[in-house]
């Protein structure tokens, strides 16, 4: 099979060469017999590509294209294309040259080994052609061999004639650490030749030889591996969702049996860029053309864009130098049937003609995407360039680095604790940056807690009694690097049982001689009894409120530092002060805990009020259960003798009641006091607000005293990190001159 049947092309718009970047990877050219040179004209000086090629779409758009692949935008968002796809022996490579207006070398043997790509650039500083070759190495290879491959070039030619592109190939074959076909060596390179050829007479084209796609192993040549490669090269480039795909088929085969059109039906599902090619019509049995004419006529295996027929030069006639045009032309006039094609559907010229006026359509449709997209892509790459800071490479440029997100830091988190969020873009997005209103929600979830579940028994008299059921105290999902210094989730059991049998229990098993029947240590005694939850909910709270404020603070650092190399050394060298600062806050809760259990005393006249207004409220109910209604009225009346009666308690139940009001009020008393200490110095002061919460600890004060070593391990920048600025500043330039050819 000829060489050139394995070539893979696309006509685009020309890249700069040091920026070109394929994702393919084929076999090397190599050049063919003297009669096989003499059908294929080398370049010379003084030629250009004839007027044959000129018009592969409308001049003005093409030059848009130009410009845009020249400033290297292509290697960011996919550029509209022309793309030619076909298996091996499927013609392509033939419909090219028809196409391009000059030959490919050819070879019986297996010869595709890389990428070539034939770039072709109208220059008019230049007063003659000018021809050079380079290699753009596989950007996965090893520094090493990129190196090398960069610097292998060849430059100031003036002819390609079949010598020296050989000796081309050759060379690069051997940068690329190939061998022959039956060495040792890899078959295949990812690495890319480039041929430019400037000139004043040239049209802007470019030209890919990729291998053609292939199921049967060479012994010795080929192997699996090898199959699935070039097949995905070649999905590389169909799956460009701006490629106009000509899929070239023989026309002596059956259209469904070829794998190319269905790979075409998997990238363009709506055949809105495809375009079929039939070759060979020339050696399609009697009989069966009738097939073929169906597909050209639409009625089998449609197409949007149809189908269209070309008649290739045969090997022969190729050998005896026959002009490609003459002999198509002859066969579509006088052979029957294929004198009934359609004269838009048949040959070179008016394929041309139809590409033509399909790259310009799609051109044009896909320009606005094009803008779109690269707007969108410009943002994003300033978004990161600007995530990355200035350059650090000095003690000086370390420390401004990390001054500058220590303020933004210090600013954005006070935005937080004050709810200021309309100067908090991030919060937007990110619900944990919220941190005042979380906690203020988990206070209230706190105090509301407190009240519903922190006593042990309920309080005889309650008006409104919550239901049994069961309550967790944390709601806050934590880090793990703080999970072991927060308290356990606890469940809590509303319960339901009866105070005034326990505070009895309690009496008998305390009473005293004398007239005062208890001690008043019993008071103490039943508090802390009545008030043990409070140490489970009071510490799941503050094990909350440390999970937010922690969660905030990594989360902020995140948008402040999106490079991961500065946010783990910041947290790691912050985790420690980070943590003592919550213990801090722990052992306040722990310390109002240990007061409330140890200590029943108030200034606060609340109590004497609750207890009182108790009392009144227990005498209030003995006497209306004696009280009548009169004359329809709605005031009652108590008789005198009625007073009496209303006192039939026994003196243990009467002090059992005094205990249980005693209790009650005092409760209520410290219940607020608790609730308030717990949420406002144990949370606000020492978590959010306060002038040493761990919020503050990530500020300009910080990075001052930061020694220089450490300043080069949180903010020095890797290799990696000096790689991707300088892409990210590749990119936003080209990127920024795209945007300027697209206004």
């Known amino acids: 099979m000829p060489a050139a049947e394995n070539v893979e092309l696309y006509a685009v718009k020309h890249r700069e060469p040091a920026q070109e970047v394929s994702d393919s990877s084929i076999e090397n050219m190599t050049l063919g017999d003297n009669a096989a040179d003499a059908a294929n004209p080398a370049i010379k000086a003084d030629d250009g590509i004839p007027d044959a090629a000129a018009g592969l779409a409308d001049q003005s758009l093409l030059h848009k294209i130009d410009r845009l692949f020249a400033c290297n935008v292509g290697e960011y968002i996919d550029l509209p294309q022309l793309v030619v796809v076909g298996d091996q022996s499927s013609g392509k490579s033939s419909v090219l040259e028809g196409l391009v207006g000059f030959s490919f070398p050819r070879d019986k043997g297996l010869c595709t080994r890389y990428a070539t790509q034939i770039v072709f650039k109208r220059t008019t500083t230049l007063s003659g052609r000018h021809i050079s070759a380079s290699i753009i190495p596989d950007e996965n290879s090893s520094a090493g061999h990129q190196a090398e491959a960069r610097n292998w070039t060849k430059s100031n030619l003036s002819q390609l004639d079949n010598k020296v592109f050989s000796a081309i190939i050759a060379e690069a074959t051997n940068v690329m650490g190939l061998g022959d076909k039956f060495s040792d060596h890899a078959t295949f390179s990812n690495d890319k030749l480039r041929l430019e050829i400037s000139g004043p007479k040239e049209q802007h084209l470019s030209v890919i030889d990729v291998p053609g796609i292939f199921r049967s192993l060479s012994e010795g040549v080929t192997t699996k591996e090898d199959i699935a490669m070039v097949r995905e090269m070649v999905q590389s480039y169909m799956e460009n969702p701006r490629s106009l795909m000509l899929a070239v088929i023989p026309s002596n085969v059956d259209v469904a049996t070829q794998e190319i059109i269905e790979m075409a039906k998997q990238f363009d599902p709506d055949g809105v860029r495809t375009l079929g090619v039939l070759t060979k019509p020339d050696i399609v049995d009697g009989g069966a053309e009738g097939a073929v004419l169906e597909l050209l006529a639409g009625k089998r295996h449609k197409l949007k864009l149809g189908w269209h027929v070309v008649r290739n030069l045969g090997q022969k006639e190729m050998d005896e130098g026959a002009d490609r045009q003459q002999k198509e032309t002859k066969f579509f006039q006088r052979q029957a049937p294929w004198t009934s094609v359609a004269k838009d559907k048949c040959g070179i010229p008016t394929l041309r003609t139809r590409l033509q006026e399909l790259l310009t359509s799609h051109i044009r449709r896909e320009f606005p995407k094009v803008k779109t997209e690269v707007n969108k892509r410009l943002k994003t790459c300033e978004s990161t360039l600007d995530g990355l800071g200035g350059e650090r490479s000095s003690v000086e440029a370390q420390r401004s680095f990390l001054l500058a997100k220590a303020m933004q830091f210090t600013n954005l988190a006070s935005f937080a604790v004050e709810g200021r969020y309309g100067s908090f873009e991030a919060s937007r997005e990110n619900k944990q940056l919220k941190l005042a209103t979380a906690v203020r929600a988990r206070c209230e979830l706190f105090s509301d807690s407190v009240h519903s579940h922190g006593h042990t028994y309920k309080f005889d008299n309650v008006q409104q009694k919550t239901p049994v059921d069961v309550m967790h105290v944390r709601t806050v999902a934590s880090r793990d690097d703080i999970e072991d210094m927060l308290s356990e989730n606890e469940t809590l059991v509303d319960n339901s049982e009866d105070i005034l049998s326990w505070l009895k229990t309690e009496y008998e098993e305390s009473r005293r001689l004398g007239l005062v029947p208890f001690d008043s240590d019993l008071v103490v005694m039943t508090m802390k009894r009545q008030c043990s939850n409070w140490k489970a909910l009071s510490l799941g709270f503050i094990s909350d409120v440390i999970a937010l404020t922690h969660n905030f603070f990594l989360d902020l650092l995140r948008v402040i530092c999106p490079d991961e190399r500065v946010h783990q050394e910041l947290r790691s060298l912050l985790i420690e002060s980070l943590t003592t600062k919550y213990q801090v806050a722990m052992n306040v809760v722990e310390f109002n805990l240990e007061v409330e259990t140890k200590l029943s005393s108030t200034m606060n006249h609340y109590y004497n009020d609750n207890l009182e207004k ?3 409220e227990r005498m209030r109910a003995a ?27 026994s003196n243990e139940e009467h002090v059992v009641q005094d205990i249980h009001d005693k209790l009650r009020a005092y409760y209520k008393v410290a219940r607020k006091r608790f609730i308030d200490n717990v949420c406002v110095q144990g949370a606000e002061y020492h978590l959010i607000g306060g002038p040493t919460t761990p919020l503050k600890l990530f500020s300009p004060e910080f990075v001052m005293a930061l020694t220089p070593e450490q300043l080069e391990v949180i903010a020095g920048e ?10 990210l500043k590749k990119e936003l330039e080209d990127l920024k001159a795209g945007k300027k050819i697209l206004i």
């Open 614 to 616: 108790a009392r009144q």
């Open 623 to 649: 006497l209306e259960s004696k009280s009548v209604k009169k004359d329809d009225t709605d005031v009652k009346w108590l008789r005198v003798d009625d007073l009496a009666k209303t006192h039939p308690m």
């Open 718 to 727: 890797d290799a990696s990190v000096r790689s991707q600025r300088a892409e």
